[in-house]
C-alpha cells in the first residue's frame, strides 16, 4: 500500500471514530469554531499543537512556521493574529519553542541555506539582543536552548507589540499571551512565565496610546 493511501484510510477510521464517540461531532463543527486559544509554533513535526496539549479540532486555532516567528511585516501571521483576536475571540495566545528547534540551530551557525537565511535573520537578531547571556554559556546545545527560550520571548513581545493585540486591551478585551517551550526529549510543556495581560506592562515606547 502506498503511503498516501495509508493517510486516507487512517482519516476514515479517525473520522468514524469521532463520530462514534460523538455523533453530532463533525456536523456541530461544520456550523461554526470557537476555541478559545491561538497557537503560534514551530513547523516541526514533532510539535503538533492539538496533540500535545489534548484539544479537538475545534479548540485551538494554529499557526506554525519555522522557528516560532511573529514579524510585524509578515501578513501570514498578522491576518491570523487579527482574525484569531477580532473575530474568534481567542482568550490566549500562547508561542510555544521548542528546544532542539532546526531554525534556531541554524541561525547559531554561519552555513548558508539560501532563502530561509532571511527568516533566520529574525533569530539572529533574537541572539544579537541577548548574545553576552547566551554566548556565556559554554556548552553549545545549552546555548542552543538558551536561544529557543529567548526566541520565545521575544516573540511573546512581538505579538503584544501589534496594533491588533493593543487594541485588543484597550477595548478591554480579555487576553492573555503566553510564552512556553516544548521538549522534544520527554514531551512536556516548559511555561517561561513571561504572559502579558495589558499594555501597562509593555516597553514605554512599544504602547501606543
Ligand atoms: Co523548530
Known amino acids: 500500500m502506498s ?3 495509508q493517510l486516507l484510510d487512517n482519516n476514515r477510521v479517525w473520522a468514524q ?3 462514534r464517540q460523538t455523533p453530532d461531532f463533525f456536523p456541530r463543527l461544520a456550523v461554526q469554531q470557537s476555541p478559545d486559544y491561538l497557537w503560534i509554533g514551530c513547523s516541526d513535526s514533532r510539535v503538533p499543537a492539538n496533540e500535545i496539549v489534548g484539544l479537538l479540532p475545534g479548540e485551538i486555532f494554529v499557526h506554525r512556521n519555522i522557528a516560532n516567528v511573529v514579524v510585524h511585516t509578515d501578513l501570514n501571521c ?8 477580532e473575530i474568534l475571540r481567542v482568550k490566549h495566545v500562547i508561542i510555544c519553542g521548542h528546544y532542539g528547534c532546526g531554525g534556531i ?3 547559531l551557525e554561519n552555513t548558508e541555506h539560501g532563502l530561509i537565511d532571511n527568516w533566520l535573520r529574525h533569530i539572529k537578531d533574537v541572539h544579537r539582543y541577548y548574545e ?6 559554554p556548552d553549545p546545545e545549552k546555548r542552543c536552548s538558551l536561544l529557543c527560550e529567548k526566541n520565545v520571548v521575544e516573540q511573546v513581545a512581538n505579538v503584544c507589540h501589534t496594533t491588533i493585540v493593543q487594541n485588543a486591551w ?5 487576553l492573555t499571551v503566553h510564552g512556553w517551550v516544548y521538549g522534544l526529549r520527554d514531551g512536556l510543556v516548559h511555561d517561561l512565565e513571561v504572559s502579558v495581560d495589558g499594555l ?4 514605554a515606547t512599544h504602547q501606543l496610546k
Request: glycine letters at 4%; proline letters at 0%; a negative charge.
Open 200 to 203: 501597562d506592562q509593555l516597553r
Open 105 to 107: 540551530r541554524a541561525a
Open 17 to 19: 471514530e469521532l463520530t
Open 132 to 137: 553576552d547571556e547566551i554566548e556565556r554559556e
Open 3 to 5: 503511503s498516501i493511501k
Open 78 to 85: 498578522l491576518s491570523v493574529l487579527q482574525y484569531a483576536v
Open 170 to 174: 484597550k477595548s478591554g478585551m480579555d
